[in-house]
T-cell receptor, first 115, second 110 residues
Framework: GAGVSQSPSNKVTEKGKDVELRCDPI?????LYWYRQSLGQGLEFLIY????????KSGLPSDRFSAERTGGSVSTLTIQRTQQEDSAVYLC?????????????FGNGTRLTVT | GQSLEQPSEVTAVEGAIVQINCTYQ??????LSWYQQHDGGAPTFLSY????GLEETGRFSSFLSRSDSYGYLLLQELQMKDSASYFC???????????FGTGTLLAVQP
């Protein structure tokens, strides 16, 4: 079946602009995660959803970052007033449930470049 | 808090065996996972240890010792295509967020 889909795959924006990143999880997956990965670095947790609610949003770097999930499916990560330090690959993942042995399935990410 | 430490780089030759270690600190613990990420690609799930001991999946094995807060990924019969970054990860603490380790870049040489 279809995997996790993220759009756009690449986004170049000017400093100060707002951007929206979209994630379509695997159908039926209740958990959805957002991570950020800078070049050559690890995966930085941002937020995760169980259904439409976000039990943990502790990784969001600032109040310029927000995310929502609707219908237990599509999620949008919004970054307002982008800064150059926001440049990174934003990865979305979904899993069937949030139990420990439920693997995450990742999308190919959105590469964000802030000029 | 939660943190997982890994060696930053490991180099090995084709056909060899390599072990990638992961030490963690967490309040509460719900198993250790391993993911592989090729350059420019999406991370993919390799294995999970919920209990102490060794789990084997083909050429890859993963080990966990909860008493030592330690695990490792063992790759046997290394192939060039195994060159990638490897991340350990776990869920712990009050929520179910999955936290990833610092990552290990494996370079397989001919």
């Amino acid at each position: 079946g279809a995997g996790v889909s993220q759009s756009p795959s690449n986004k170049v924006t000017e400093k100060g602009k707002d951007v929206e990143l979209r994630c379509d999880p695997i159908s039926g997956h209740t958990a959805l995660y957002w991570y950020r990965q800078s070049l050559g670095q690890g995966l930085e947790f941002l937020i995760y959803f169980q259904g439409n609610s976000a039990p943990d949003k502790s990784g969001l770097p600032s109040d310029r970052f927000s995310a929502e999930r609707t219908g237990g499916s599509v999620s949008t990560l919004t970054i307002q007033r982008t800064q150059q330090e926001d440049s990174a690959v934003y990865l979305c993942a979904s899993s069937l449930v949030t139990r420990g042995n439920s693997p995450l399935h990742f999308g190919n990410g959105t590469r964000l470049t802030v000029t | 808090g939660q943190s997982l430490e890994q060696p930053s780089e490991v180099t090995a030759v084709e056909g060899a065996i390599v072990q990638i270690n992961c030490t963690y600190q967490t309040s509460g613990f719900y198993g250790l996972s391993w993911y592989q990420q090729h350059d420019g690609g999406a991370p993919t799930f390799l294995s999970y240890n919920g209990l102490d001991g060794l789990e084997e999946t083909g050429r890859f094995s993963s080990f966990l010792s909860r008493s030592d807060s330690y695990g490792y990924l063992l790759l046997q019969e290394l192939q060039m295509k195994d060159s990638a970054s490897y991340f350990c990860a776990h869920k712990g603490g009050a929520t179910n967020k999955l936290i990833f380790g610092t990552g290990t870049l494996l370079a397989v040489q001919p």
